[in-house]
């Protein structure tokens, strides 16, 4: 086994306009041009997704991330839901859902800036560990997950060995009418 991090980005376009909760973030509002985040796992059989990281950049100005709730939807590419384009309502069946290999929440008042501040600045990023949703939400509206999410990739050749992203905002964000290029890093231990 090996512990390692990887590391994918897209830039969604220069647009001022509101996501609302289920709206795909990617890099095209067209969605036969979006091009998701992918990861390479060509190399390895088998694993744990132990955390995931945002890291979010404007262009220009502060990011902003006030009342920002994102999803990260992590699925075996073969399986990955189509895309809708960006600022488009990208709704995910539960049978759909399912099949995601991991899931991240990441919550409005998690982001840190470049001075380790929760303060706006050019840059912002959260990590969260693997973990699940608490029902009721009470006390925590989450619940850590220390094993990590398995996968295995028994029976699948070498180039159906890649993981494809879904990121979708899960409240309402308004951001400037820049590109903001979202980077995101999974931990992984792999074998």
Not at 36 to 62: H, Q, V, Y
Not at 129 to 139: D, E, I, M, R, S
């Amino acid at each position: 086994m090996q512990v390692m991090r990887m590391r994918s980005t897209i830039a969604r376009p220069a647009d001022a306009t509101a996501y609302a909760a289920g709206d795909e973030i990617s890099n095209s509002a067209s969605a036969g041009s979006v091009a998701r985040p992918t990861f390479n796992m060509a190399g390895f059989s088998r694993g744990k997704i132990l955390a995931c990281e945002i890291d979010l950049t404007a262009a220009s100005g502060d990011v902003v991330t006030t009342a920002s709730d994102f999803e990260v939807l992590v699925f075996n590419t073969v399986d990955v839901p189509a895309a809708v384009g960006d600022n488009v309502t990208n709704p995910i069946s539960a049978e759909v859902r399912a099949k995601a290999v991991a899931a991240f929440r990441f919550d409005d008042t998690g982001w840190t800036g470049p001075l380790g501040t929760v303060a706006a600045g050019t840059s912002q990023s959260q990590a969260v560990g693997a973990h699940y949703v608490t029902p009721l939400a009470t006390p925590a509206l989450q619940t850590l997950f220390p094993a990590g999410f398995v996968f295995d990739f028994g029976g699948k050749t070498l180039a159906q060995r890649e993981f494809t992203v879904v990121l979708r905002a899960l409240a309402a964000w308004t951001p400037l009418a820049v590109v903001n290029t979202f980077g995101i890093t999974l931990d992984l231990e792999v074998e």
